[in-house]
């Protein structure tokens, strides 16, 4: 089956520095790469989406990379703000999968400090 | 639109135990989904459905049963506790289509098994 690792499990970042988070996958039919990020005490909430078709995709502050030689996709914020300090997870979608059952990564607690 | 909602939101049991865990979704979604979150392991897939009146093993099902009711409800049972199973329970939904694999969770229920 599919099995997604993600990078780091804590990451610590000065308010307006970047932060990226690298998850890797290990089958190559996977074709659907979202994150969704978690505040404490809430439900986990779809923040970005890539395709296997796309090699970046953007919205406003938050990036997200899809390398599908090297089996690996990375989200990325700039400009961190306070509001950013979450739990996010990445996930991957096998293509044979029915159509919406996701792997999901450990989770990145992220922490951004003032 | 309540989107998809989970009851209860605790639940404390005694080992042997057995209890209910309800999820409704107004969505009109296809797919409805149970994970549990337990820390350092991300989202864990219990039980999924793709559709009324169909229901698969996710990664984790030992310990439970479930019955999508309808298209709306997906319920999951515990039917002797144990506190192994202590964590917090995600229902989740999505329209799942092609090219449409969003989903969306429930406000969680926090199990405790003593």
């Known amino acids: 089956g599919e099995n997604v690792e993600q990078h780091p499990s804590t990451l610590s970042v000065q308010e307006g520095d970047s932060a990226v988070i690298k998850c890797t996958y290990s089958d190559s039919a996977s074709n659907y790469f979202p994150w969704y990020k978690q505040e404490l005490g809430k439900r986990p909430q779809l923040i970005i989406d890539?395709?296997?078709?796309?090699g970046e995709k953007k919205d406003q502050r938050i990036a997200v990379t899809l390398n599908k030689t090297a089996k690996h996709f990375s989200l990325h914020i700039t400009e961190t703000q306070p509001e950013d300090s979450a739990v996010y997870f990445c996930?991957?979608?096998?293509?044979?999968?029915?159509?919406?059952?996701?792997?999901f990564g450990a989770g990145t607690q992220v922490v951004v400090t003032p | 639109n309540a989107g998809v909602t989970q009851t209860p939101k605790f639940q404390v049991l005694k080992t042997g135990q057995s209890m209910t865990l309800q999820c409704a979704q107004d969505m009109n979604h296809n797919s409805m989904y149970w994970y549990r979150q337990d820390p350092g392991m991300g989202l864990r897939l219990i039980y999924y459905?793709?559709?009324?009146?169909?229901?698969d093993k996710g990664e984790v099902p030992n310990g439970y049963n479930v019955s999508r009711l309808n298209k709306r409800e997906f319920s999951l049972r515990l039917e002797s506790a144990a506190p192994s199973q202590t964590s917090v329970y995600f229902c989740?939904?999505?329209?799942?289509?092609?090219?449409?694999?969003?989903?969306?969770f429930g406000p969680g229920t926090r199990l405790t098994v003593t």
């Open positions: 989740a939904s999505s329209e799942a289509r092609i090219t449409v694999y969003e989903q969306y």
């Open positions: 459905s793709a559709s009324e009146g169909t229901t």
């Open positions: 996930a991957a979608r096998r293509q044979t999968d029915s159509w919406g059952k996701f792997q």
């Open positions: 890539i395709r296997s078709n796309v």
